[in-house]
């Protein structure tokens, strides 16, 4: 656990030091396409924080100078299974939105899909010593949580602290100040396979990059997909990508759950191309052009013309009717939304107050997809797009890139986690230099 | 029956994307680097300059070719004929006196008018006591004008070996003189000292306007004040201080008196209270006679 908690606090200092250079890229490391872009920090930001009004999620205080996104190679359900290709797809990526920002960035903060994340609910006591709540205490009653076993080989990529309660108060949001006898604290833990963060980690040390960060993109997707009412009340957001698809459930501003299903767009495809014996690429151009999930009497006469370079002339002139490709289309969309549907059902989704669910992802982009999710996962369904950050390219502002965007917001201004809190001296191992240090340091 | 579109064909291939390789990446990032980008679109073409320049002048026999075709190149441009000065043309000087300059100038024509320090051919020019100032230029047309403000001579100064010598106003030698006929024209003054007091001189000279015919000149005395000596070898000595107002009164005392066409010696005006008259002894003789002072006539 130690051993994690440096290198995320690692990972925190590579982004201050990203911070104080003004420039950091945020990479997301899709199955269908690898996006970058370049952020540049002006310093402050330069909205004023007046009543009510809030810096904007930190959002005003950075700018996107360069973009770039490449086809993903070497990716499956959002795990990267070829180490060599990725990383080739990683560079293309970052050279191409160095070339557009015409800076080198040297720090890079990266969202991945897969890794079958598993939430945790985690809670902690602590008896406060002096009745006002420190800083140390809010770091001991996070310490004080106890960790279930995460399985062998898994790592934890998130740990936010969710709610704060002091005596018989809770709902606290920042509890430092005030004045209680026991502070508890309900905390959300992310964990993932450790091998998918160690490949990717890998992957960027070949770019020649620094990790000043990581996030699951359900988590990111999350952040920059639904509106703040949203986040606030009480909302899920499904990202359906290209190898999974991310399920977030975010409650007062903090996701308290998240989970993947290994199922995405690029299941489409490859039915359509199984289905029809095409190419992926040209199964890829049919489902996007012409791929839908509701059938009309007039898509039976809209006919496809699939192509083929066999030398065969009855196979290279085959048509179908869009019929038949939404009628290959709408199972596996169908599937896929009843998988999500149950990890929802599952994480007891239905208790929430508010029933919002928001679609995103470059899957999202289906026409009918609203009508038929509606029909699956309840009444109150919107298909999402990213917020508008400063300076991004139209091509990357649509419902693809709604992780990219997210992960710029976590970059500018990420919550508190749990190593952003020094370790309590009672936690390191004991007859420790370290500990006799920090005690000096707490106790004078 | 077709949709309106009409039926399309599915053949391309996705956009190729290639990847870059290791070293290109490297490279791409290397070169947006601010430091490495100054260093190489300066400090490269400065090193490359500086080396070549380092490379070709270490060799002492390309250096010297160098130098040698630089002042070879230089010689030819400033010996062009338009640049040769040929004559010297003096303005403003009397022909004894320009003759005198074209012997001082010295140069050895012709001559290139790089060559000529004019500085120098000024300084010698007005090193002549008769040239008060002497201005240079190169003219058109290879001609080294000399224009010449000549001193004039106002006073003549007679030295203690009897040389003479032509002062101007501000008492700097103009030239000597051979005789005082030569010039009779000019007032004489004589005395060590003299010519430092040339304006006091020139005034006591203007005073003296009514008795100008008798007089002979002024002697310096003691470098401090002047005898104004006139013929029959009259004396009026003036004080230091106040010269000019002093012999004014003498000139008031003789138009009323006609007292220099007495037999008077000398006039002493050093002490303002109490001027003195000196009588010749036959004069002084006559004077006690008249007052019925027996003397012994002697000539005290």
């Given amino acids: 656990m130690?051993?994690?908690?440096?290198?995320?606090?690692?990972?925190?200092?590579?982004?201050?030091?990203?911070?104080?250079?003004?420039?950091?890229?945020?990479?997301?490391?899709?199955?269908?396409?690898?996006?970058?872009?370049?952020?540049?920090?002006?310093?402050?930001?330069?909205?004023?924080?007046?009543?009510?009004?809030?810096?904007?999620?930190?959002?005003s205080s950075f700018r996107v100078i360069g973009a770039a996104t490449t086809r993903s190679r070497g990716v499956k359900f959002g795990e990267i299974a070829v180490m060599n290709e990725t990383e080739r797809a990683i560079r293309t990526a970052v050279q191409a939105a160095q070339k557009m920002a015409n800076v080198r960035v040297d720090h890079v903060i990266a969202c991945f899909s897969g890794a079958e994340p598993r939430s945790y609910g985690l809670a902690g006591e602590w008896d406060l010593q002096d009745s006002v709540v420190t800083e140390q205490d809010v770091a001991r009653v996070l310490s004080a949580c106890d960790v279930p076993d995460l399985g062998p080989g898994r790592e934890v990529l998130h740990a936010q602290p969710v709610n704060f309660a002091l005596d018989h108060r809770t709902g606290l949001g920042d509890p430092r100040g005030q004045i209680g006898n026991r502070l508890a604290c309900d905390m959300h833990?992310?964990?993932?396979?450790?091998?998918?963060?160690?490949?990717?980690?890998?992957?960027?040390?070949?770019?020649?990059?620094?990790?000043?960060?990581?996030?699951?993109?359900?988590?990111?997707?999350?952040?920059?997909?639904?509106?703040?009412?949203?986040?606030e009340l009480g909302a899920a957001c499904i990202d359906m990508g290209g190898g999974s698809t991310g399920?977030?459930?975010?409650?007062?501003?903090?996701?308290?759950?998240?989970?993947s299903v290994r199922m995405g767009g690029d299941h489409v495809t490859s039915d359509i191309s199984k289905g029809l014996h095409i190419p992926t690429a040209?199964?890829?151009?049919?489902?996007?052009?012409?791929?839908?999930?509701?059938?009309?009497?007039?898509?039976?006469?809209?006919?496809?013309?699939?192509?083929?370079?066999?030398?065969?002339?009855?196979?290279d002139r085959r048509q179908i009717s869009r019929t038949e490709l939404i009628g290959i289309m709408r199972p596996r969309v169908e599937e896929i939304l009843e998988e999500a549907r149950s990890r929802l059902d599952a994480a007891g989704f239905d208790h929430l107050p508010s029933q919002q669910i928001v679609l995103t992802g470059g899957a999202s982009q289906i026409p009918g997809l609203d009508g038929l999710a509606a029909r699956i996962l309840g009444q109150q369904v919107r298909l999402g797009r990213p917020l508008r950050v400063q300076g991004l390219p139209q091509a990357a502002t649509g419902a693809a890139f709604a992780s990219a965007v997210g992960l710029c917001l976590f970059a500018a201004?990420?919550?508190?986690?749990?190593?952003?809190?020094?370790?309590?001296?009672?936690?390191?191992?004991?007859?420790?230099?370290?500990r006799a240090f920090k005690w000096f340091k707490d106790n004078w | 029956m077709q949709s309106l579109g009409g039926p399309r064909v599915y053949t391309r291939q996705p956009r190729r994307d290639p990847a870059p390789s290791r070293w290109q990446y490297r490279m791409q990032r290397l070169w947006l680097t601010p430091l490495f980008r100054v260093l190489f679109r300066v400090g490269l073409p400065c090193f490359v300059i500086a080396m070549v320049v380092g490379i070709y002048a270490s060799d002492e026999g390309r250096r010297a070719a160098l130098t040698g075709t630089f002042t070879e190149l230089k010689e030819k441009f400033q010996n062009r004929p338009e640049f040769m000065v040929g004559l010297v043309s003096v303005e403003g000087a009397s022909p004894e006196l320009a003759e005198a300059i074209r012997?001082?100038?010295?140069?050895?024509?012709?001559?290139?008018?790089?060559?000529?320090?004019?500085?120098?051919?000024?300084?010698?020019?007005?090193?002549?006591?008769?040239?008060?100032?002497?201005?240079l230029r190169v003219r058109s047309g290879g001609v080294l004008q000399v224009l010449i403000t000549e001193r004039m001579p106002v006073l003549l100064w007679r030295l203690e070996d009897e040389r003479l010598e032509m002062l101007d106003e501000t008492g700097h030698r103009v030239a000597g003189l051979a005789a005082r006929t030569d010039r009779p024209d000019l007032p004489l003054v004589a005395g060590a000292g003299a010519d430092v007091a040339t304006g006091e001189a020139l005034e006591i000279f203007a005073a003296a306007q009514p008795i100008l015919p008798r007089v002979r000149g002024l002697v310096r005395v003691g470098e401090r004040r002047w005898d104004l000596v006139l013929d029959r070898n009259q004396k009026i000595l003036l004080p230091a201080e106040n010269?000019?107002?002093?012999?004014?009164?003498?000139?008031?005392?003789?138009?009323?008196?006609?007292?220099?066409?007495?037999d008077v010696l000398s006039v002493d005006l050093r002490?303002?209270?109490?001027?003195?008259?000196?009588?010749?002894?036959?004069?002084?003789?006559?004077?006690?006679?008249?007052?019925?002072?027996?003397?012994s006539g002697s000539e005290l």
């Fill in chain 1, 2 to 59: 130690t051993g994690l908690y440096q290198s995320q606090r690692a990972m925190r200092h590579m982004r201050r030091a990203a911070m104080q250079r003004g420039v950091v890229a945020v990479l997301d490391v899709g199955t269908s396409k690898i996006a970058c872009l370049i952020l540049r920090f002006d310093g402050p930001e330069r909205l004023r924080e007046v009543d009510g009004v809030g810096p904007m999620a930190g959002q």
């Fill in chain 1, 189 to 231: 833990l992310l964990s993932v396979e450790g091998s998918v963060v160690q490949n990717l980690l890998y992957c960027i040390k070949r770019c020649d990059l620094e990790l000043a960060g990581i996030a699951s993109s359900a988590y990111v997707s999350g952040i920059s997909s639904l509106v703040e009412d949203e986040q």
């Fill in chain 1, 247 to 259: 399920i977030s459930i975010f409650m007062k501003k903090h996701m308290i759950y998240a989970d």
């Fill in chain 1, 282 to 315: 040209v199964a890829e151009k049919i489902k996007t052009k012409h791929g839908g999930v509701y059938a009309t009497s007039m898509d039976d006469r809209e006919m496809i013309e699939m192509g083929g370079e066999s030398g065969d002339w009855e196979k």
């Fill in chain 1, 413 to 434: 201004h990420p919550q508190d986690e749990w190593w952003d809190f020094e370790i309590p001296s009672e936690r390191y191992p004991a007859r420790s230099l370290k």
């Fill in chain 2, 103 to 135: 012997a001082r100038v010295g140069l050895k024509l012709p001559l290139s008018s790089f060559d000529i320090d004019l500085d120098a051919v000024k300084a010698r020019v007005e090193e002549l006591d008769a040239v008060a100032n002497a201005e």
């Fill in chain 2, 243 to 262: 010269a000019v107002a002093a012999l004014e009164r003498l000139m008031a005392l003789d138009k009323a008196e006609d007292l220099l066409a007495r």
């Fill in chain 2, 271 to 295: 002490n303002e209270k109490r001027p003195v008259l000196r009588l010749a002894p036959y004069a002084l003789n006559e004077h006690r006679k008249a007052q019925g002072i027996d003397t």
